[in-house]
T-cell receptor
Framework: AQKITQTQPGMFVQEKEAVTLDCTYD???????LFWYKQPSSGEMIFLIY??????QNATEGRYSLNFQKARKSANLVISASQLGDSAMYFC????????????FGRGTSLIVHP | GAGVSQSPSNKVTEKGKDVELRCDPI?????LYWYRQSLGQGLEFLIY????????KSGLPSDRFSAERTGGSVSTLTIQRTQQEDSAVYLC???????????????FGPGTRLTVT
């Protein structure tokens, strides 16, 4: 069974500062992918970044980076230079690379960026 | 290119009526998922289609829920005899699977907001 834990129900950050959103996971699958999605108030889920379990380097996509610590089973999202438009819900998800490809999502973290 | 589309965007129905929700995935994506998201909650997996394989229905909450995918493309989620607790946003997503694409992330549609009165 897979489990995703996001312990921060809400986070606040000042505009232009960096923020880290926590995600820990538990799985018995040897190979898996980790994902972060953003859900603004409009409701649409937007893919941000992906990390494969065998990737040697942490993933980066523009202002987003994923701090992947496999031994600790954590996949924290780091947003640099926060913008007002970053205010949204953020969901961490994990999906096995074999067998059932059904992802498991965390409960989400609400991020509010203050001007 | 075109993303995932869903229709209708909003649906208000009376308790006990049947509803059909439609999803058009991205062309070429063989995996299709339905999720339910209640207000302020995370995503609840409902059903997964992969190519011509039998769907994984393990997330369907009751036998009032069913889904089909025709021709490996469009999918319809049907809720029979709707109840007030069925009120939620129903999200559809599609993706490649490992071997087809690099990161096989899911692309989500805008959702259908279902309100059962």
């Amino acid at each position: 069974a897979q489990k995703i834990t996001q312990t921060q129900p809400g986070m606040f950050v000042q505009e232009k500062e960096a923020v880290t959103l926590d995600c820990t996971y538990d799985t018995s699958d040897p190979s898996y992918g980790l994902f972060w999605y953003k859900q603004p108030s409009s409701g649409e889920m937007i893919f941000l970044i992906y990390q494969g379990s065998y990737d040697q380097q942490n993933a980066t996509e523009g202002r987003y980076s994923l701090n992947f610590q496999k031994a600790r089973k954590s996949a924290n999202l780091v947003i640099s230079a926060s913008q007002l438009g970053d205010s949204a819900m953020y969901f961490c998800a994990m999906r096995p690379s074999g067998g059932s490809y059904i992802p498991t999502f965390g409960r989400g973290t609400s991020l509010i960026v203050h001007p | 290119g075109a993303g995932v589309s869903q229709s209708p965007s909003n649906k208000v129905t009376e308790k006990g009526k049947d509803v059909e929700l439609r999803c058009d995935p991205i062309s070429g994506h063989t995996a299709l998922y339905w999720y339910r998201q209640s207000l302020g909650q995370g995503l609840e997996f409902l059903i997964y289609f992969q190519g011509n394989s039998a769907p994984d229905k393990s997330g369907l909450p009751s036998d009032r829920f069913s889904a089909e995918r025709t021709g490996g493309s469009v999918s319809t989620l049907t809720i029979q005899r709707t109840q007030q607790e069925d009120s939620a946003v129903y999200l559809c997503a599609s993706s490649f699977v490992p071997g087809q694409g690099a990161s096989y992330e899911q692309y989500f549609g805008p959702g259908t907001r279902l309100t059962v009165t």
